[in-house]
Protein backbone atom coordinates (compact mmCIF):
# COMPACT_ATOMS: atom_id res chain seq x y z
CA UNK A 1 0.00 0.00 0.00
CA UNK A 2 1.40 3.35 -0.93
CA UNK A 3 0.78 6.39 0.95
CA UNK A 4 1.57 10.19 0.30
CA UNK A 5 1.23 12.86 2.46
CA UNK A 6 1.65 16.57 1.54
CA UNK A 7 2.39 19.46 3.64
CA UNK A 8 3.66 22.90 3.85
CA UNK A 9 0.85 24.75 1.93
CA UNK A 10 -0.36 27.74 2.68
CA UNK A 11 -1.17 31.67 2.23
CA UNK A 12 1.55 33.57 0.83
CA UNK A 13 2.37 37.11 -0.66
CA UNK A 14 3.49 37.19 -4.15
CA UNK A 15 7.34 37.27 -4.28
CA UNK A 16 7.57 34.81 -1.37
CA UNK A 17 8.50 31.46 -0.86
CA UNK A 18 6.76 28.14 0.26
CA UNK A 19 8.70 24.46 0.71
CA UNK A 20 5.85 21.69 0.13
CA UNK A 21 6.69 18.27 1.74
CA UNK A 22 5.79 14.44 0.45
CA UNK A 23 5.99 11.85 2.62
CA UNK A 24 6.11 8.55 1.21
CA UNK A 25 5.57 5.33 3.04
CA UNK A 26 4.39 1.78 1.78
CA UNK A 27 7.16 0.55 -0.88
CA UNK A 28 10.88 1.19 -0.83
CA UNK A 29 11.07 5.02 -1.33
CA UNK A 30 13.98 5.25 -4.14
CA UNK A 31 12.32 2.55 -6.38
CA UNK A 32 10.09 5.08 -8.26
CA UNK A 33 9.64 8.69 -9.77
CA UNK A 34 7.80 10.89 -7.62
CA UNK A 35 6.18 14.53 -9.24
CA UNK A 36 4.11 17.06 -7.98
CA UNK A 37 1.12 17.96 -9.64
CA UNK A 38 -1.32 20.99 -9.12
CA UNK A 39 -4.99 21.82 -9.99
CA UNK A 40 -6.05 25.09 -9.83
CA UNK A 41 -10.10 26.22 -9.25
CA UNK A 42 -11.76 25.68 -13.05
CA UNK A 43 -8.76 24.08 -14.21
CA UNK A 44 -7.31 20.91 -14.96
CA UNK A 45 -4.94 19.49 -13.11
CA UNK A 46 -0.75 19.72 -14.70
CA UNK A 47 2.25 18.76 -14.41
CA UNK A 48 4.79 20.88 -12.13
CA UNK A 49 7.69 19.13 -11.10
CA UNK A 50 9.24 15.59 -11.00
CA UNK A 51 12.44 13.71 -9.50
CA UNK A 52 14.05 10.49 -10.88
CA UNK A 53 14.41 7.48 -8.19
CA UNK A 54 18.19 8.07 -7.54
CA UNK A 55 17.97 12.00 -7.35
CA UNK A 56 19.63 12.63 -9.98
CA UNK A 57 17.17 14.26 -12.54
CA UNK A 58 14.77 16.37 -12.24
CA UNK A 59 12.18 17.58 -14.85
CA UNK A 60 9.83 21.17 -14.83
CA UNK A 61 6.99 22.59 -16.27
CA UNK A 62 7.96 25.89 -18.31
CA UNK A 63 5.88 27.82 -15.91
CA UNK A 64 7.76 27.05 -13.28
CA UNK A 65 11.17 26.62 -14.43
CA UNK A 66 14.13 29.07 -12.56
CA UNK A 67 11.83 29.64 -9.50
CA UNK A 68 10.88 26.14 -8.34
CA UNK A 69 13.20 22.93 -7.06
CA UNK A 70 12.65 20.00 -6.51
CA UNK A 71 14.32 17.36 -4.23
CA UNK A 72 14.26 14.41 -2.40
CA UNK A 73 15.47 12.80 0.95
CA UNK A 74 16.21 9.35 1.33
CA UNK A 75 16.50 9.05 4.63
CA UNK A 76 13.33 10.80 5.59
CA UNK A 77 11.01 9.24 2.58
CA UNK A 78 10.23 12.68 1.63
CA UNK A 79 10.13 14.55 -1.33
CA UNK A 80 10.34 18.54 -1.54
CA UNK A 81 8.99 21.05 -3.79
CA UNK A 82 11.19 24.66 -2.92
CA UNK A 83 8.68 27.15 -4.67
CA UNK A 84 10.50 31.03 -4.94
CA UNK A 85 9.55 33.82 -6.19
CA UNK A 86 5.79 32.91 -6.60
CA UNK A 87 3.29 34.47 -8.71
CA UNK A 88 -0.67 34.24 -8.17
CA UNK A 89 -1.00 31.95 -10.89
CA UNK A 90 0.72 29.58 -8.54
CA UNK A 91 -2.11 29.76 -6.44
CA UNK A 92 -3.47 25.66 -6.67
CA UNK A 93 -4.22 22.77 -4.59
CA UNK A 94 -0.73 20.88 -5.14
CA UNK A 95 -0.85 16.64 -4.93
CA UNK A 96 2.11 14.79 -4.97
CA UNK A 97 1.76 11.56 -7.46
CA UNK A 98 3.96 8.35 -7.75
CA UNK A 99 3.99 5.78 -10.40
CA UNK A 100 3.91 7.86 -13.51
CA UNK A 101 5.81 8.75 -16.31
CA UNK A 102 7.14 11.88 -16.30
CA UNK A 103 10.25 12.14 -17.78
CA UNK A 104 8.82 12.65 -21.96
CA UNK A 105 9.19 15.49 -23.86
CA UNK A 106 5.30 15.42 -24.33
CA UNK A 107 2.58 15.25 -21.73
CA UNK A 108 3.31 14.21 -18.17
CA UNK A 109 0.95 10.78 -17.39
CA UNK A 110 0.41 10.53 -13.65
CA UNK A 111 0.93 7.36 -11.68
CA UNK A 112 -2.15 5.88 -9.55
CA UNK A 113 -0.69 7.01 -6.65
CA UNK A 114 -2.16 10.20 -5.42
CA UNK A 115 -1.48 12.44 -1.49
CA UNK A 116 -4.44 14.40 -0.68
CA UNK A 117 -3.56 17.59 -1.38
CA UNK A 118 -2.40 20.84 0.03
CA UNK A 119 -3.35 24.00 -0.70
CA UNK A 120 -1.14 27.02 -2.04
CA UNK A 121 -2.70 30.79 -2.13
CA UNK A 122 -0.89 33.05 -2.91
CA UNK A 123 -2.18 37.00 -2.42
CA UNK A 124 -1.53 40.08 -4.84
Known amino acids: QVQLVESGGGLVQAGGSLRLSCAAS????????IAWFRQATGKEREFVAA????????KYADSVKGRFTISSDNAKNTVYLQMNRLKSEDTAVYYC?????????????????WGQGTQVTVST
Open 97 to 113: NRGGYYFTNGPKSPGPY
Open 26 to 33: GRTFNEYQ
Open 51 to 58: ISSSGSST
